[in-house]
């Protein structure tokens, strides 16, 4: 059963995407299973960089199929967009990617009702979304009243669908944000030039995934998001609108929880944030700077600039009893490269309580005191390092460290965002 998910276990930017670009060239099958454009997944190999955002990162291995299941929420535009991206870099999309015909599609209204909700400050929580209408698209979704992708193959039953919204989509953005909602015919011909455009690339993807796992195939399920933001596990409700964690690879891709064999996980060396909630270990001093500015913390689909603080061993051990996480993939460890002292977040200290599990109460979370362990740090080069023996002593103690409180080991340490800036430790498969 060689079925792998890799999960994201902070907020988002792990870098999964350089992650599941290196598994790829050993799988044959790369799957997307929730979010939706909201996602942004960067790949770099020679010296160029591509930054994906619905796309499966297997796409830039030949031959390997691509698969955006029923559980992603797919932009026509933005989809479109990635898609003559990737032809003008000579990358041939037929045969090589395939849409589930159950995926709910975004919708411009959703758009713009997510970034009206974002905007009426006061009235409405802000999240500090990415804008994309991926919430909206989700609730349409749950309120049973999206439209899905199989919806295009029949003109007149899409016409219903969008009929059963309309009306109803135009008053509230109306009354509620003060926007007009394009017309009627003008929604509906945008979706009939979808139609043309995506039609070859549906299939349905629960007889596909079941083929393909019964074919023996090595497939790789490739999260969006992270733990933190799962809408369930989360830190609710500064989260996505789907389940990022592993168990949405059942649910977004048709694949039996009895069918995934491995469970990876992508930490930073460090934690990031982008948007608004809780954050216990932020720094928002020098330190914090220094990780952003040396990590390059902007969003690769907002181009925000992402939060940053320490490590944090209370997200990581939730995140690895969520997922079920088999092994660990440590990132941008060559960030820390110039910190005299490290720390390490080992508990949330509130009102003489220190919580080593987290807590689901917002209040804790924003008030709390992070609990640290202090490392040395190695003031030394460790970005594009290939091999563990070449680390600095003190960076091993540091692996070691994190591997020993978190009771998992590594599979892979990345030092540098290019593919070949890689320590693996072993391999994806116990096969492979
Ligand atoms: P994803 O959403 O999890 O795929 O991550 P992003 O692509 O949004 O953000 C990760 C960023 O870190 C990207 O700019 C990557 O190129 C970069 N990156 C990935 N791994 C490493 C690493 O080990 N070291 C450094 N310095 N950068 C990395
Ligand atoms: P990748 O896959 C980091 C965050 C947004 C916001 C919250 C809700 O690149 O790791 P949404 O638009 O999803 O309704 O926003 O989730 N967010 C991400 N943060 N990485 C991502 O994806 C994210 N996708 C959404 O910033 O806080
Ligand atoms: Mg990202």
């Not at 797919?74 to 041939?92: H, K, T, Y």
């Not at 029949?154 to 135009?170: F, I, M, Q």
Request: aromatic share 8%.
């Amino acid at each position: 059963m060689p079925v792998a998910v890799v999960v994201g276990m902070q907020w988002g930017d792990e870098g999964k995407g350089k992650i599941i670009d290196l598994f790829a060239e050993n799988v044959d099958v790369v799957a997307r299973y929730q979010g939706g454009h909201n996602a942004g997944h960067t790949i770099c190999f020679d010296e160029k960089e591509f930054v994906l955002h619905l796309i499966p990162s297997g796409i830039f291995h030949e031959g390997k199929l691509c698969v955006i299941g029923n559980g992603v929420v797919v932009d026509p535009m933005a989809l479109a967009d990635e898609m003559r991206q990737l032809e003008a870099v000579d990358i041939d999309l037929e045969g090589r990617l395939v849409i589930s015909d159950r995926a709910n599609i975004i919708m411009p209204y959703h758009g713009v009702s997510d970034q009206g909700r974002e905007k009426e400050n006061g009235k409405f929580q802000k999240i500090g979304t990415t804008g994309r209408g991926i919430g909206p698209s989700y609730a349409d979704k749950i309120a049973r009243i999206g439209i899905r992708t199989c919806d295009l193959r029949d003109e007149k039953y899409l016409r219903s669908r969008l009929e059963a919204n309309y009306e109803e989509k135009s008053q509230v953005l109306k009354s509620l944000y003060g926007q007009q909602l394009p017309g009627f015919d003008g929604l509906f011909n945008d979706l009939m030039v979808f139609r043309e455009v995506i039609l070859k690339y549906l299939v349905d993807t629960q007889v596909l995934m079941n083929k393909l796992i019964s074919q023996n195939k090595k497939i790789l399920c490739e999260g969006a998001q992270g733990t933190m933001l799962d809408v369930d596990h989360g830190t609710y409700p500064f989260v996505t609108s789907s389940n990022s964690s592993s168990g949405g690879a059942c649910t977004g891709l048709a694949i039996p929880p009895t069918k995934i064999d491995r469970v990876l996980g992508v930490v930073k060396a460090y934690t990031t944030r982008v948007g608004e909630g809780p954050f216990p270990t932020e720094l928002l001093d020098a330190d914090g700077e220094q990780l952003g500015k040396v990590g390059h913390e902007f969003g690769a689909t907002t181009g925000r600039q992402r939060r940053c603080g320490w490590f944090d061993a209370v997200v990581a051990r939730y995140a690895i009893q969520i997922n079920g996480i088999d092994a660990l993939i440590l990132t941008k460890i060559d960030v820390l490269d110039g910190f005299k002292t490290i720390k390490v977040c080992t508990g949330y200290k509130f009102e003489g309580t220190v919580y080593s599990d987290m807590p689901a109460d917002p209040k804790i979370l924003e008030n709390c005191e992070p609990v640290y362990t202090e490392h040395e740090g190695w003031m030394e080069k460790t970005a594009g390092t290939k091999d563990f023996d070449d680390l600095p002593e003190k960076a091993k103690n540091y692996v070691k460290y994190l591997s020993d409180l978190l009771e998992t080991s590594f599979l892979i340490v990345s030092t540098g965002p290019d593919r070949e800036d890689t320590i693996q430790l072993g391999p994806l498969f116990a096969d492979s």
